[in-house]
């Protein structure tokens, strides 16, 4: 190495410590490494930092009219893509550093020291995210801890309405219960035995004014002879928001059941009293 590549090399050191700087001398002259990687293909006489503008230059030739060089890094420690030459008036010659036995360890032991700075500074530079790459993470997690959030005030939002809405719910049953004294045996087994509850699909419903209205007549006689024998009525209130109501009839052998809620009386379901008994 020379004494002029050893300045120049000192520099490149001082201003970008963590870009592997070195000067690799050949056959066919010197070249500046970045990382092990030339910064350009030439070889030059000497690597040389010229004083008036910080850069760092390869000497390409030597005449009378004064020392062509090649500008490789920029004063602010950048590499020049661009082939530019220039003149300069401050290099002096080849001078070769002299080798002596103290200085031979430590220039081994240094190149040692910057083959390893060089494999951390490519290490941590792999593992080390782009500012880009850390702009996108942020976003990912900011939107992920937002909908977290947004989550979480609707679940607590939900909540509120529910313990809000239950009592309301309960004030409303309450208010359009009908009385037990609107429950009318006879009239609701009508109702069932001429199958006012099925739905309109169902076979068993009557179709048409002639049918509707033998069914009628149909369930008003089954329900008179059914309930002459007598009947027992029970009703269950649920706190005030509904009535149980069921209906037994011992000559037909059935009990009925009905809900009533909400102004009125729905019919359930029916079951034989054998059935029924043995269940209780």
């Known amino acids: 190495m020379t004494e002029s590549s050893e300045v120049a090399l000192g520099h490149l050191q001082a201003i970008k410590p963590r870009d592997g700087w070195a000067v690799d001398r050949t056959f066919g002259g010197m070249r500046l490494l970045r990382r092990n990687v030339p910064v350009v293909d030439a070889a030059f006489l000497d690597i040389h930092l010229d004083p008036l503008t910080k850069t760092v230059v390869g000497i390409v030739n030597k005449s009378i009219s004064g020392v062509q060089a090649q500008v490789l890094v920029d004063a602010n420690g950048r590499l020049v893509a661009q082939k530019t030459l220039v003149t300069v008036q401050s290099w002096q010659g080849r001078k070769t550093v002299p080798l002596s ?94 199958g006012h509850h099925l739905p309109e699909t169902d076979p068993n419903k009557p179709k ?35 009535v149980v109501s069921s209906v037994r009839v011992p000559s037909a052998a059935l009990d009925f059941y009905w809900v009533g809620v909400h102004g009125s009386w729905y019919y359930v379901y029916s079951m034989e009293l054998a059935d029924a008994t043995k269940r209780d």
């Open 101 to 194: 036995s103290s200085h031979t360890p430590r220039t081994g032991r240094s190149a040692t020291n910057t083959a390893a700075d060089n494999r951390s500074d490519e290490f941590a530079e792999a593992t080390l995210l782009s500012s880009e790459q850390n702009q996108a993470l942020l976003k990912y997690g900011a939107s992920f801890f937002g909908g977290l959030l947004l989550l979480r005030v609707l679940v607590q939002t939900m909540w509120g309405l529910s313990i809000l809405a239950l009592p309301l719910g309960y004030l409303y049953l309450v208010q359009t219960c009908p009385p037990e004294s609107s429950f009318d045996a006879k009239k609701e087994l009508k109702r069932v035995l001429r």
């Open 208 to 242: 048409g004014f002639l049918s509707a209205t033998l069914a009628r007549i149909n369930a008003s006689v089954a329900t008179e002879l059914a309930t002459t024998l007598g009947y027992e009525v029970t009703m269950v209130p649920l706190a005030g928001a509904a």
